[in-house]
Nanobody, 122 residues
Framework: QVHLAQSGGGLVQTGGSLRLSCAAS????????MGWFRQAPGKEREFVAD????????NYADSVKGRFTISVDNTKNTVYLQMSSLKPEDTADYYC???????????????WGQGTQVTVSS
């Protein structure tokens, strides 16, 4: 059973930095993407960043380009989100996200972490 355990987050002042971690377990299949979404109060969940194992690339939302960096430690099945130059509008619950193709399956499935709160004070 896939389990995503998130850590990191918290309260930081504008311009500060935080790092989120997401350790994945139970990955009996092929991981297509590992990444992050966020959801601010009263808003829809939105894409932040991901890394695609098929093509080896990374993608970022325009709002975080140049400030956030996604990385993966394949030996630990852990994905990180380094957030710098944080702004109050980055305040949200951040969710780890994985698309996994289980063994024997012909399509991918979405898995989510439990969420972690990031609050940026002005």
């Amino acid at each position: 059973q896939v389990h995503l355990a998130q850590s990191g987050g918290g309260l930081v002042q504008t311009g500060g930095s935080l790092r989120l971690s997401c350790a994945a377990s139970g990955l009996t299949g092929y991981v297509v993407t590992m990444g992050w979404f966020r959801q601010a109060p009263g808003k829809e969940r939105e894409f932040v960043a991901d890394t695609n194992r098929f093509i080896g690339g990374t993608n970022y939302a325009d709002s975080v380009k140049g400030r956030f960096t996604i990385s993966v430690d394949n030996t630990k099945n852990t994905v990180y989100l380094q957030m710098s130059s944080l702004k109050p509008e980055d305040t949200a619950d951040y969710y780890c996200h994985i698309v996994l193709i289980p063994r024997g399956a012909i399509r991918g499935y979405d898995y989510w972490g439990q969420g972690t709160q990031v609050t940026v004070s002005s």
